[in-house]
């Protein structure tokens, strides 16, 4: 079945720093590609997507390009903030009619001043 | 505009217990999804709902059922609960299929005891 694969976390950066988090897939078909942020006691929100393949998502100075012969959807920002700490989720979607999200296991990232 | 509303915040519950969580939104959203997080784990699709009187079973099932009577409600019953139970649930709506967000309430923490 479709599967996501994110680095482990979590993962501690100073502010300014660059950012990556990985994401792999495996789907079969041409799947949608999402990443969803989770702030401290909040729910899910949606960050950016991507939807075929060479699509570059991006929102809030994040960007995520959907690479179909690397099965990848990798999460950058250029300089982090203390306020981007969260749980960042990547996700993909195989279904036409009904959008049935798989999630990565989630990775926790600390922004320290 | 509250967007997606669950209750309760946190809950703890005994073996073989029953309840439901509820969830409700406010955005004319026609469908409707929820979800399980186990610690260090990607949701997990349980059920979903594409308009009221229609619902169906997403990856993970077993153990609950769903109701859909009008388009904002979308309860999730847990009958005789277990500890494999013991996870964090989140509802979500989206206007409709495709690519289209999800919105995510704040999630309802479980415990089985």
């Known amino acids: 079945g479709d599967s996501v694969t994110q680095m482990e976390g979590p993962v501690t950066l100073s502010e300014e720093a660059f950012l990556t988090i990985n994401c792999t897939y495996t789907?079969?078909?041409?799947?949608?590609l999402f990443w969803y942020v989770q702030y401290p006691g909040e729910g899910l929100q949606l960050l950016l997507k991507?939807?075929?393949?060479?699509d570059k998502g991006s929102n809030k100075g994040f960007e995520a390009t959907y690479r179909k012969e690397t099965t990848s959807f990798h999460l950058e920002k250029g300089s982090v903030q203390v306020s981007d700490s969260a749980v960042y989720f990547c996700?993909?979607?195989?279904?036409?009619?009904?959008?049935?999200?798989?999630f990565g296991q989630g990775t926790r990232l600390t922004i320290n001043p | 505009n509250a967007g997606v509303t669950q209750t309760p915040k946190f809950r703890i519950l005994k073996i073989g217990q029953s309840m439901t969580l509820q969830c409700t939104q406010d955005m004319n959203h026609n469908y409707m999804y929820w979800y399980r997080q186990d610690p260090g784990m990607g949701l997990k699709l349980i059920y979903y709902?594409?308009?009221?009187?229609?619902?169906d079973k997403g990856e993970v099932p077993n153990g609950y059922n769903v109701s859909r009577s009008t388009t904002e409600d979308f309860p999730l019953r847990l009958e005789l609960a277990a500890p494999s139970q013991t996870s964090v649930y989140f509802c979500?709506?989206?206007?409709?299929?495709?690519?289209?967000?999800?919105?995510f309430g704040p999630g309802t923490r479980l415990t089985v005891t």
């Open positions: 979500a709506s989206s206007y409709s299929g495709g690519t289209y967000e999800q919105y």
């Open positions: 991507a939807t075929k393949a060479d």
């Open positions: 789907a079969t078909g041409y799947p949608s």
């Open positions: 709902s594409v308009g009221a009187g229609i619902t």
């Open positions: 996700a993909l979607s195989d279904g036409e009619r009904v959008q049935k999200l798989v």
